[in-house]
């Protein structure tokens, strides 16, 4: 839940917002590969696989008076996991939905996560589809699978944010996140907390339990 703090949030005042946001999407579209370049501005080829979920913050600053912070969970795409999605997006704000562009089956399985959501989350969440590995289109167009305006045609169907992304040179990822921190409910955050990281700062709290797969970036 967007978090509140006293009143008096206007007049010049800094505000401060937490959000839960959830990222679903098949195996290998790189759900954590976007998170890592999200979080840390970092990038690597071999990611290990996801197991379970992690669990990552980061800060953000819409304006110079206006803070939101992500509580982010990085949900495993094995099928082996699915029944464990609505441990995650349960009350969840909003979502990132991830396909690979490469991938045409990919976008099929992100359409039945936002179906799930549109029916079982929370009946405001914010979700945005996010088709990933635009650097590989980008040197070999022979490569894309799913057309742009087919994939934001169903975007704007289903009333969704979308962005084509890349999560190896950064492209879109930061404007991803932003844009859904815009349509939150920001009317509702309170005085900035100081404890919760400086401008643009980072927080890395957790890490999934147990041990991670060993394999390219299942993320």
Request: overall charge positive; charged content about 25%.
């Amino acid at each position: 839940m967007a978090a509140r703090g006293p009143a008096g949030t206007r007049g010049g005042s800094t505000r401060f917002a937490q959000f839960k946001l959830v990222l679903l999407g098949e195996s290998a579209v790189g759900k954590s590969s976007l998170v890592l370049r999200f979080v840390k501005d970092q990038f690597d080829d071999f990611r290990e696989s996801t197991i379970g979920a992690a669990f990552l913050t980061q800060t953000i600053s819409l304006d110079d008076n206006t803070t939101v912070k992500f509580e982010i969970w990085d949900t495993a795409g094995q099928e082996r996991y699915k029944s464990l999605a609505p441990m995650y997006y349960r009350n969840a704000n909003c979502a990132v939905v991830v396909y690979d562009i490469t991938q045409a089956s990919s976008l099929d399985k992100a359409k039945q996560w936002v179906k799930e959501l549109q029916r079982q989350a929370n009946e405001n969440i914010i979700i945005a589809l996010a088709g990933n590995k635009l650097d590989l289109v980008t040197s070999h167009p022979d490569k894309r699978a799913i057309q742009t305006a087919d994939a934001e045609a169903y975007a704007r169907e289903a009333g969704l944010l979308f962005f084509e992304t890349s999560a190896k040179t950064s492209e879109n990822v930061r404007e991803l996140f932003t844009s859904i921190a815009k349509k939150l409910p920001l009317d509702q955050a309170g005085p900035r907390n100081p404890r919760a990281g400086g401008r643009g700062g980072v927080e890395l709290r957790s890490e999934t339990p147990g041990t991670n797969a060993n394999g390219p970036c299942a993320c």
